[in-house]
């Protein structure tokens, strides 16, 4: 299913969030179970399923990764449930630093402050990955594909040490 | 039954009726139903003038009893006497004694684990229990409305899991009430709240009830209230408060003797009276009468029930911290604190709430009635009374959903604050050679190991063709519906060969119990349950009908003249069936309608969503 074409928006990674918003609820208003309450049970069924459809559209198009990840999988190169290694040393280089720096945290002397800068430099990174994703899908042809689908790669990373860092803080500070 | 009225094709069906619906508030402690008359939302009044009663069920040797009449036994026959019930919904007897240390019930369990109580008139699960307690609702809202309830909303704390959200249904279906839907709780408060204020932005809606608690961030903008994230604990509020005063008094008077049921209902209540009192003033004088003749008296001040009770504040705070992360905002956000529930009077709860959130709280609506209200006003809409009403409730699911896999681990396939209605398919396989069934089991909860996870249901999909470990492919879909509830389908498709099995994940009832339940439940001791089925079958017609009907009115251009005619005689089947009483053509005639419209049905949708994307701007919304 496209979900751009769901929502009659433009295939692009650069979307209008507003905008998609503002068609989300349109279409909520139109096939929401409760405009169905007193309709057949085909009907109250398929309201449910449609709105379903129309959730999961909005929940994949709303977030920088998941839309990252159906676009490509609408130009041909499927990424769920792929067991694709990253080969990019200096990546992977960093990616120790970053985790071992995670693991010091709650060993330094503020670790209140320490979580913070972490989950910033961790926020740098991903709006870099997303910045070059941009770029890079525009321009189309399959080496820059191909380089979107290992940014994508990449910011799975990123976004796995992001909620290990949130797990952190939450063991940490209790909440 | 009176015949059912057709018009002409092409002409229009009869005028709008008023469809009477009201919205109810099954509580902890208290319940209340409420109703939109001549288009105000108003907690209905019985004839005493009376507007809430106590959620409490009295077994007696004369019947049984609901409400004050129900309460005057709390303490005489306490083991007839259930209160608090809603704790009890889609529990077992495990996780009832491992909670509760002492309560004055026998208590047993169901074949499947499920807590039961004793009572002299038999054993009853908290199905039946909260039956009773709508029964009462339900029969003043048809009076004071002079009529036959088309539907009801039942509210629900969000953080309900599906079992305890299935038997809250179930206990109106006993009674052959229709339920248009399960709301939650802060999501009714909201809805009493915003459109009574017309209010744009964020709020948290903190409701601490009689036994549960529930913390809501909703997004409110033009009539929709939008759930951004909900936390909270289905077992926590008034009552352990209650408890957590009553083991204070219990130390304080040094008394270690027997605890019969009439004294722990005593102590609890005594308990409640001074948490009560100390809202109002700084300190409470204390009297009990113990069992060996010796009065205690004694005396507790705010600051010490306050040191009491912090422990249960902080778990409410922390619940707030989680679901302010959750929805990926800041507290700073949050334009406005709406407090709901009757534990929300303590004033400590207050002060902490209001620490948290850096500001004063709202507690200006009655937090008791708010809830009923907001219900009433949904249940008005899906009856259909307001058609050009533009609200729109987008809710999330409370606790992710998951299965079971090799070593005891739970696999996510919904994760919590999903908006629901919402689908979601995984695939797994097999592991081991030839392996040709495999045991698939439902869980909801966040943790990782199976054991800390509520155990939704288990089933079995067989016919799986032998094949090597790891290579058939099981695609399993989850779905959950608007009222939170869930059903799975599980397929084999690697081979080609398809097995699909549908489940309802039904609290752990066996079907025997469920349909004993059915039969014992008074309202139906003068009918059998065949006439139920019939009056029930007979409604799903009109419905059926009467839809069929207004989407030909709006949308026949949407068929050829062939499909047309098709669905006009199947409708025509179907009203000759209504006027009948053989249940088996109704049935019949329900599927060739349903049959006949496939097609229409699917087209009118797309249709609905053309429409809604088309000259539509930002702008507008």
Redesign the interface.
């Known amino acids: 299913m496209n979900y751009f074409e769901?929502?009659?928006l433009p295939s692009s990674f650069d979307l209008?969030v507003?905008?998609l918003?503002?068609?989300y609820?349109?279409?909520?208003?139109?096939?929401?179970?409760?405009k169905f309450?007193?309709?057949?049970?085909?009907?109250r069924l398929?309201?449910?399923?449609?709105?379903?459809?129309i959730?999961?559209g909005?929940?994949v198009l709303k977030t920088p990764i998941n839309r990252a990840e159906h676009l490509l999988a609408l130009a041909g190169i499927e990424l769920a449930?792929e067991h694709q290694t990253i080969k990019d040393p200096m990546f992977l280089m960093e990616q120790m630093e970053l985790r071992e720096a995670l693991e010091e945290i709650p060993s330094c002397d503020d670790p209140e402050q320490a979580i913070i800068d972490f989950g910033q430099q961790i926020d740098r990174h991903i709006s870099g990955f997303e910045q070059q994703f941009l770029g890079l899908f525009t321009a189309g042809d399959e080496l820059s594909l191909n380089t979107c689908a290992d940014n994508v790669r990449k910011l799975k990373f990123m976004l796995k040490l992001a909620t290990e860092a949130?797990e952190l803080e939450e063991r940490l500070f209790?909440? | 039954m009176a015949l059912l009225q057709i018009s002409e094709p092409g002409q229009s069906t009869a005028p709008h009726q008023h469809r009477l619906a009201a919205g109810i508030d099954l509580g902890t402690t208290n319940s209340l139903v409420a109703s939109v008359r001549s288009g105000e939302a108003i907690i209905l009044h019985d004839s005493n003038g009376v507007g809430s009663i106590p959620s409490i069920v009295h077994y007696g040797e004369n019947g049984v009893s609901v409400g004050l009449e129900a309460k005057a036994y709390a303490i005489s026959d306490a083991v007839n006497t259930v209160a608090s019930v809603k704790r009890f919904m889609g529990r077992t007897l495990d996780d009832i004694t491992a909670s509760h240390k002492e309560l004055p019930y026998n208590l047993s369990a169901s074949k499947n684990g499920l807590v039961t109580i004793e009572t002299r008139t038999g054993v009853v699960n908290p199905i039946q229990v909260s039956s009773e307690i709508l029964k009462p609702l339900i029969e003043l809202a048809k009076s004071t409305l002079a009529g036959e309830l088309d539907?009801v909303v039942i509210t629900v704390p969000a953080y309900f899991d599906d079992a305890q959200r299935q038997g809250t249904k179930d206990a109106a279906e006993l009674l052959g009430v229709k339920v248009?839907?399960l709301l939650n709780e802060p999501t009714a408060a909201a809805i009493a709240y915003g459109l009574d204020n017309d209010q744009e932005g964020i709020i948290a809606v903190y409701d601490l009830g009689g036994g549960t608690f529930d913390i809501s961030i909703l997004r409110l903008n033009k009539g929709?209230f939008e759930v951004l994230a909900t936390g909270g604990d289905s077992a926590l509020g008034g009552d352990d408060i209650d408890q957590v005063v009553s083991d204070w008094i219990i130390e304080q008077s040094g008394y270690d003797g027997e605890h019969s049921p009439a004294l722990q209902r005593e102590i609890m209540l005594l308990a409640c009276r001074a948490k009560e009192s100390l809202s109002l003033q700084d300190s409470t004088e204390l009297t009990l009468n113990l069992p060996c003749g010796n009065d205690w008296h004694g005396q507790l001040s705010r600051e010490v029930f306050d040191s009491l009770i912090q422990p249960i504040v902080k778990r409410t705070l922390?619940a707030c911290?989680?679901a302010v992360?959750d929805a990926e905002i800041k507290t700073c956000d949050i334009l406005k604190v709406v407090m709901v529930g009757g534990s929300t009077r303590v004033p400590l709860v207050r002060e902490k709430v209001g620490q948290y959130f850096e500001q004063q709280p709202l507690t200006s609506i009655d937090p008791d009635k708010v809830v009923a209200i907001g219900a009433a006003i949904?249940a008005d809409?899906?009856?259909?009374n307001k058609p050009d009403s533009?609200m729109?409730?987008?809710d999330v699911l409370p606790l992710s959903l998951g299965l079971e896999t090799m070593g005891g681990l739970t696999e996510k396939v919904i994760t919590r604050n999903?908006?629901?209605?919402?689908?979601?398919a995984q695939?797994f396989t097999t592991f081991k050679d030839g392996q040709t069934a495999m045991a698939l089991h439902i869980l909801q909860g966040e943790r990782e190991l199976v054991e800390d996870c509520r155990s939704l249901a288990r089933f079995e999909l067989r016919g799986i063709p032998p094949m090597a470990a790891g290579a058939a492919h099981i695609r399993v879909t989850f779905?959950v519906?608007?009222d939170g509830l869930l059903s799975v389908s599980a397929m084999e498709k690697s081979s080609g060969v398809q097995t699909s099995i549908e489940v309802k994940p039904s609290f752990g009832l066996t079907d025997n119990e469920v349909a004993s339940m059915i039969k014992d439940s008074m309202t139906y001791a003068k009918d059998d349950m065949e006439a139920r089925m019939l009056a029930e079958e007979k409604v799903?017609a009109s419905?059926?009908h009467?839809?069929?009907a207004s989407a030909l009115q709006d949308d026949a251009h949407l068929l050829s003249g062939d499909e047309k005619s098709q669905i006009e005689q199947a409708m025509a089947q179907l009203a000759s069936a209504h006027a009948g009483d053989d249940l088996k053509l109704i049935k019949e005639a329900i599927a060739l309608?349903?049959t006949a419209?496939?097609d229409f049905?699917?087209r009118?949708?797309d249709q609905?969503?053309r429409?809604?994307?088309s000259g539509?701007?930002?702008d507008n919304?």
């Open positions: 769901l929502f009659a209008n507003n905008e918003r503002a068609k609820l349109e279409l909520q208003r139109a096939v929401h179970p409760d309450a007193n309709a057949s049970e085909r009907e398929l309201a449910v399923q449609t709105t379903a459809q959730n999961d909005f929940a449930h949130r209790g909440f | 539907g248009f839907r929709v922390m911290r989680r992360r949904q809409i899906l009856a259909g533009d729109l409730l987008l999903t908006t629901i209605p919402v689908a979601k695939e779905q519906d608007a799903e419905r059926v009467e839809g069929l309608c349903d419209s496939q049905a699917s009118r949708m609905s969503i429409q809604a994307l539509q701007s930002v919304i």
